[in-house]
Each structure stands twice: as structure tokens, then as C-alpha cells.
């Protein structure tokens, strides 16, 4: 049995006209009307952005050219590159102005009370985000009422109840007070970080015969790295920078931190001016954070995002 087959149509000829059918310039507007409006709001996005960056990079980029200059350079021009590198600004603030002592001071400070705000608020929120009990929710929302709680109402029964402790102007009772200021936003912040980690790796464990305390530090915590190391760099950033509290607790000279240490070496130049110094000690603090950051900045994108993308 023969089939008949249906010739196909001959190919267009160069230059003649192809015909265009009501549906097809239909569906050609809108399309290209969409790829204006993104192409707009790909071009204003990126816009704003390149703003924001210059305003926040210009600053930090003058702040570490200043630090290199002398006084005279400072004022008289104080948008043009340093003549010289002068790095003996550096060391008279690490040394004359005992931004050495500051430094370690606010290293044993913030290393302390982030390791004991990671290992506390991490437990906390574990237990609040993988386990129901009896007051779960409220204990849950007192952490979020600290959240909101204006540190500054609290500073003089705060300043009696750590004097009462003996913990007042030392190390340790700074980290202790560092660790409570910065412990609601930690619950907070890893409670929604455990609920969107997987409950069928640690219900296996518990299948193999590992104890809670074992399941949570073996499994849950590396699993909950990304999250850890995002609330870490924002409780550093927040207690480098810290300086009320400090100020109202630490009043001791020989146990101040970074930030009382700025403040002082700007009170104490008087009319003198040591200002290149001053900028020197500035960029000092500025680094940590900075590195800081810049090391772990695609850790804290992916704890920022895990949440979105489950």
C-alpha cells in the first residue's frame, strides 16, 4: 500500500518576504517590552550599588591613606597621596599609645565571650528548634524580648549587679556581660537556622545508639557551620566595636579595650594633635573586621540563604 507523502513547502528565497501572523506579533511585544523593563532595572540596581560601594569604600580607603601621612599633610592636602609612607605613625600609636596592651586586651575580651556565645546559644537554640516541652515557645519569645530590649536601661543595675559579683574591671566579667548582650540574637538567629537542617540524619544516629550530646556536636554542628560562622561574624563585628559597655565596666586604664583606647588618644592630644597617630590606630581596628569578613564571607552568604533555599 503506497502512502502519499505531502511535499514539503520550497525554502523562502532570499530577500522575499516571510508573512507574520497576528499571534506572532503578538507574542513579540510583550517580550520585548519585558526585556526594556529588565534591562532597566538590571542598570538602576547595579546603579545603586555602585553608589553604595564608592560611599563606603572611599572612606575606609582615605582612612588607611591618612594613616601613612604626617599632620601637615593631613591638613594641608588631605585628598592627595602621601609624599612618603610613614610607618613610624604605626608604631608610636602601637607603642607610645598603647594600642598594643588595647589590642590584646579586646582580643581576650572577644574571643572568650564568642566562643562561650557560639557553645551556649548554639545548645539553646538546638533544644528550642528540635525538641517540644512545656514552655518551649515562651522561653523562645523571652530570648526575642532581649532582642529588643535597649541596652541602655540596663546599664546602672548592670554596673551594681557586676560590682556586687566582684567581676567588676576584669576581663572575665566583661566576657560574661559580652555573652548575655549577645546571646538573644544568637538563640535567635540559629533556632530558624536548626529547623531547616534535615531530621532524618540525626534520627539515624539516635537509631545507632548515639546520645543527644553526641548527635548534637558530631552531626548537628558541622551540618550547622555555615549558620554558626554567619551569627559569629555578627556578634564579632558587634562586640569589637563595642564600647558603652566597656566603658561603663571597665574603668580600669590597664584593662581597656580597642574602642576606649580611640577615645583616649583623641581626649588626651588636647591642642597638640597626634593626628596621624590617631589614624593609625584606626586602621588597626579596622583589620581584624576586615579579614574577618573577607575570609569568611562565602560562609556567611550560604547561612544567610540556607533558610531561602530549602
Known sequence: MKTTETPAPPPAESGSAVPVTKVDLATKKPSTKKKTEGNFL??????????????????????????????????GSPWSLPDKLHFDNWSRAWTEANMSDYFLNTILVVGGSLIGTLVLGSMAAYVLARFDFPGNRFIYYLFIGGMSFPIMLALVPL?????????????????????????PFTVFFLTAFFRTLPTSVAEAAFVDGASHSRTFFQIMVPMAKPGLISVGIFNFLGQWNQYMLPTVLNTDPDKRVLTQGLVQLAVSQGYKGDWSGL????????????????????????????????
Open 279 to 310: 589614624f593609625a590606630g584606626l586602621v588597626m581596628a579596622m583589620l581584624p573586621v576586615l579579614a574577618a569578613y573577607i575570609v569568611f564571607q562565602r560562609q556567611v552568604v550560604q547561612g544567610l540563604t540556607a533558610g531561602a533555599l530549602k
Open 159 to 183: 554596673f551594681y549587679v557586676v560590682n556586687n559579683m566582684g567581676l567588676l574591671n576584669s576581663i572575665h566579667g566583661l566576657i560574661l556581660v559580652y555573652i548575655a548582650y549577645s546571646l
Open 42 to 75: 538590571n542598570a538602576f540596581s547595579h546603579g545603586i550599588l555602585v553608589i553604595w560601594a564608592i560611599m563606603v569604600v572611599l572612606p575606609l580607603l582615605w582612612a588607611v591613606m591618612t594613616s601613612f601621612k604626617d599632620d601637615s599633610s593631613i591638613f
